[in-house]
């Protein structure tokens, strides 16, 4: 079974400064896809960045991108500019490619806090 | 932007009644998802669903839960005989590839 590990429980950053949250995780797939999903104060679920695992290009979207070491099996999530509005839980994501339709293995979260 | 529904918002159930949690997915994805969140935790998989049947459920899909999607747009979560620990953040979602989450049900059991 596939597991994902985010060890830091909080983090803070000021605001336009770069906060990099860190994930792991173990499969045994050579073939997968890899999320984060920012969850606000409201609780929806909202997807920040994806990367699938064949690519070797990190992901990037606006501020956002990631740090996919594959080998490492690590995939950290860098914001840029840091917003008051990306203050929010974050939790990194595994799917498998192998089979369509697979379900997500979120991580525990990363509660970021961004300072004014 | 096409996005996905989850109806009601909140719900407050006594122990041992049954509830039943709405969800409209993105119209043209084929597989459709209920997760859930107890507070302060992270988000668990409960099933999966395709082509009008389960195509995946996890170990917390107990013979308390069902799903249907009863009509063309609908898919549903049933909870039969709800506990306390059931209570919680039941997220939806649907996809063609990447999965796209509604707003959640807050579900009370008291």
């Known amino acids: 079974a596939q597991t994902v590990t985010q060890s830091q429980p909080e983090m803070s950053v000021q605001e336009a400064e770069t906060v990099t949250l860190s994930c792991t995780y173990d499969t045994s797939e050579s073939d997968y896809y890899l999320f984060w999903y920012k969850q606000p104060p409201s609780r929806q679920m909202i997807l920040v960045i994806r990367q699938e695992a064949y690519k070797q290009q990190n992901a990037t979207e606006n501020r956002f991108s990631v740090n996919f070491q594959k080998a490492a099996k690590s995939f950290s999530l860098k914001i840029s500019d840091s917003q008051l509005g990306d203050a929010a839980m974050y939790f990194c994501a595994y799917r498998s490619a192998e089979t369509s339709g697979s379900r997500l293995t979120f991580g525990e979260g990363t509660q970021l806090t961004v300072n004014p | 932007e096409p996005e996905v529904t989850q109806t009601p918002s909140h719900q407050v159930t006594q122990m041992g009644q049954e509830v039943i949690l709405r969800c409209v997915p993105i119209?043209?994805?084929?597989?459709f998802y209920w997760y859930r969140q107890i507070l302060g935790q992270k988000v668990e998989f409960l099933v999966s669903?395709?082509?009008?049947?389960?195509?995946?459920k996890s170990e917390i899909f107990d013979d308390q839960f069902s799903v249907e999607r009863p009509d063309g747009s609908n898919f549903t979560l049933k909870i039969r005989s709800t506990k306390l620990e059931d209570s919680a953040m039941y997220f939806c979602?649907?996809?063609?590839?990447?999965?796209?989450f509604g707003p959640g049900t807050r579900l009370t059991v008291t």
């Open positions: 979602a649907s996809s063609p590839s990447e999965q796209y």
């Open positions: 669903f395709y082509n009008n049947e389960i195509s995946e």
């Open positions: 119209s043209n994805h084929l597989y």
